[in-house]
Structures are given as structure tokens and as C-alpha cells.
């Protein structure tokens, strides 16, 4: 049975003048993980089934992260705008992106499509135990600079591939060499007057 790696994501560190000095913003968190949908950048992850319905998905989710109710111990000038002005933290708040999603499910309707959405999105920031692929996803949704860091993932990835292509040759003469040493016996066998098998050293 395969099993996905795991890690543990922890909450992230805020900036000294709290969640609204975060970075990224919800609305550029967003945006990045719409692209990596889209695109089908990560390989554990599809592109969506309608990338023509994305926007519309995108906006329904900022729209009711914007009419949600904010923690009591959160607060923010009139009509200002949570999403832009929040990052990751006020999303991982327990209890906080159930009401998002119970708010954007009832103005959008019944969805898988939408529901899938707003289930992966959760995943690009859930704090606790979380799959290696997880990890991925929250890396390139949530980074500062979402160019950068695709850059730099796929130069990770070309180095990965040329080390595995350096170490192939070894790994092939030594699966070859225990092969060989498994059905030499057999081959060296032969038979005496008797009948009996006999091994030629």
C-alpha cells in the first residue's frame, strides 16, 4: 500500500505588528492558487475539471471571506476589506474557514466542483499533520513572490533529475551483479551418470 508522506506544518510566526502585517495577503494567496490549479503545476494535483469556472469560484470564496464576521479579537477600519488585508492566520483561526465555506457554499449553491475547491485551498494552510504533497501546495499558494518560487521549484527538480540519472548506471550494475550471482548456480549445473544435479565451480 502507498502512503503519501507526511510532515507537520506549524502555525506561522507573525510579524511583529500581528496579522494584518502578514504577507502574503488572502487575495494574492488566492490568485497563486488558482494559477498552480490551473496550470496543474503539482503532479498529485489535477487541473481543475472547468478552469473556465475558477474565477467565478475565486470570487465567491474571497467574497465570503470578506462577509464573514471576524474574531472578536480582530478588528479592522470600516470597509476594509479582510481578505487584503490578512494573510494565512486569520484563514488557520479554528473554526474561522468553516464559516468562509458554510458563507460561500450557500451564495454559490450545490457543487462538488466548488466543494473540492474550498477543501484544497484549506489544505494549502491547515495547521498539524499534512501529506509531503501538502506541503508542496501551501509552499507555492502562500509564497511572497509566486514567480520566484516556481523558478526555484523547478530547478530543485532538474537537480533531482540529473542526480537520479547519475545514480543509475550503479544502481543497474549492482542489480545486475546480484541477478547474476542468484541464477549462476543454476546455470552451472550439470548432470552426472547418476542422474544427480552437480555444480561446476
Known sequence: VLRARI????????????MQDELPKIVDA?????SVRMAGILASL??????EQMPTMARALL???????????????????PSRIFGRALLATPGHY???CTRAKQKFGPSDLFDEFLDMFERSFADGVVSEEEVSLGELVWSRDFAT???ARAVARQEKARAA???APTEEVA????????????????????GNLSVIR
Not at 488566492?30 to 488558482?34: A, F, P
Not at 542489480?175 to 547418476?194: E, F, I
Open 63 to 81: 467574497l465570503a471571506i470578506n462577509d464573514t464576521p471576524l474574531p472578536h479579537t480582530l478588528h479592522t477600519a470600516e470597509r476594509v476589506k
Open 175 to 194: 542489480s545486475a551483479a546480484a541477478l547474476r550471482n542468484l541464477v549462476a548456480p543454476g546455470l552451472n549445473a550439470t548432470q552426472d551418470p547418476s
Open 46 to 51: 489535477e487541473p481543475a475539471q472547468s478552469s
Open 149 to 151: 518560487s516556481l523558478q
Open 98 to 100: 468553516d464559516a468562509v
Open 30 to 34: 488566492v490568485k497563486n492558487y488558482c
Open 7 to 18: 510532515a507537520i506544518r506549524n502555525p506561522s510566526c507573525l510579524p511583529e505588528g500581528g
Open 165 to 167: 540519472a547519475a545514480s
